[in-house]
């Protein structure tokens, strides 16, 4: 008999408990609605890097814009790919290498920088290519 009435026995801290439950509730619609705005940023910089003429600077806020609550790499990916096609190689190589570090098995990553690398790193050019074939999973 104690067992069903300790069941049955009200909660101690129900508002409390509820108060929880709003913030966390609160917190998931609030990333939910930083993401959806982030993938928003992101989808409508894509164009502006193939306008006439690209509109690199432009593309490259928008990506920044994008930045608050991301958790993979991939803005600072196509921040690097706008900055090598707006002629910063220097940077888009240093920014490309730091994503690899976060994110080692990034494929497309390896093999962009194996490309970015050709003419003046070819032997690190060759290890990213390498690297980009490891991860393909296929057996070539």
Do not use: C
């Not at 026995?9 to 619609?29: E, G, I, N, T, Y």
Request: glycine share 6%.
């Amino acid at each position: 008999m104690d067992r069903l009435v300790s069941a049955t026995a009200p909660h101690r801290h129900p508002l409390a408990l509820r108060a929880v439950l709003f913030v966390l509730a609160l917190m998931a619609a609030g990333y939910l609605f930083i993401a959806a705005r982030n993938a928003e940023l992101q989808k409508d910089a894509l164009p502006l890097l193939v306008s006439s003429p690209p509109q690199y600077q432009k593309a490259l806020r928008m990506f920044g814009d994008a930045a608050p609550l991301n958790l993979d790499q991939q803005r600072l990916q196509l921040i690097a790919g706008t900055r090598w096609s707006a002629g910063d190689q220097a940077g888009a190589i240093a920014l490309m290498r730091r994503v690899l570090r976060d994110e080692p098995d990034n494929q497309s990553g390896w093999f962009l920088l194996s490309q970015w690398l050709k003419a003046s790193d070819p032997a690190g050019a060759a290890a990213a290519k390498a690297r980009a074939a490891s991860l393909d999973g296929s057996t070539r």
